[in-house]
């Protein structure tokens, strides 16, 4: 049985072999999924100040018109006055000059504000667009390596399998079974030591029976808590 018991053992390794591949095999496609998201956030965050930028420029450009039409109205109010003779309407055309002038001095604050923000942002944009080339160019070599990774991880699962199926010819088809079965319920391991007569699956005590015969390594046997094989440790 002391054969049987590590015929068990480097197979429990092997199929924990394959566990470990199988689920960085998995865990690939997310990290390259996550690369993609990052990069995806990236150019978005790109585009927005590329696109607030724009919205401030036409913004500029419609209170430039804005300031423009009011100049013409002053203009025009400055022609009226001196073609009147009434002293109300020289004095309303004043008044509607004097609140046009006003008018424009506000617009213009709004463009100096306005022109603050889009230098800064093409000065962002500039550095950002140079910040973005990089990062693609990092995201393109890590998702090359997971490309790579992904092909060892292929070549190293296909041979962990096979070394796995090789190692479960020497072991009976009951016990392979009933390893099986173990191995499913538990998601860790199907054999374990056993040392001072404890399970170091359950870390519960086997009773002295079991203890015994672990001892003599003459029979397999199984954790009466957890149902897990069990092997003597000293």
């Not at 998995?26 to 696109?51: M, Y």
């Not at 070599?141 to 092909?151: F, M, Y």
């Amino acid at each position: 049985m002391f054969e049987l018991n590590e015929a068990l053992l480097v197979l429990q390794h092997r199929d924990t072999r394959v566990t470990e591949l199988e689920r960085e095999l998995v865990r690939i496609p997310a990290q390259d999924a996550a690369l993609q998201k990052s990069l995806a956030d990236r150019s978005a965050a790109l585009a927005k100040l590329r696109q607030d930028t724009m919205a401030a420029e036409a913004e500029r450009k419609k209170l430039d018109l804005e300031a423009a039409s009011r100049r013409g109205l002053i203009a025009r109010y400055k022609q009226q006055q001196l073609q009147t003779r009434k002293n109300e309407e020289f004095a309303a055309l004043t008044q509607s000059i004097s609140h046009a002038e006003k008018e424009i001095s506000e617009i213009e604050d709004q463009e100096l504000e306005l022109m603050e923000k889009i230098e800064t942002g093409q000065a962002a944009l500039a550095a950002e667009k140079g910040r973005l080339a990089e990062f693609e160019a990092k995201i393109a070599k890590q998702r090359a390596d997971l490309v790579t990774r992904k092909a060892y991880v292929e070549k190293e699962l296909a041979e962990a399998r096979a070394q796995r199926t090789a190692a479960e010819q020497p072991i009976p088809e009951e016990v392979l079974t009933k390893y099986r079965r173990i191995l499913t319920s538990k998601k860790d391991t199907a054999i374990v030591p056993a040392p001072h007569g404890v399970c170091s699956g359950c870390h519960m005590k086997l009773t002295m029976n079991t203890s015994l015969r672990i001892k003599t390594r003459d029979s397999l046997q199984n954790c009466e808590n957890c149902g897990r094989f069990v092997y003597w440790d000293d």
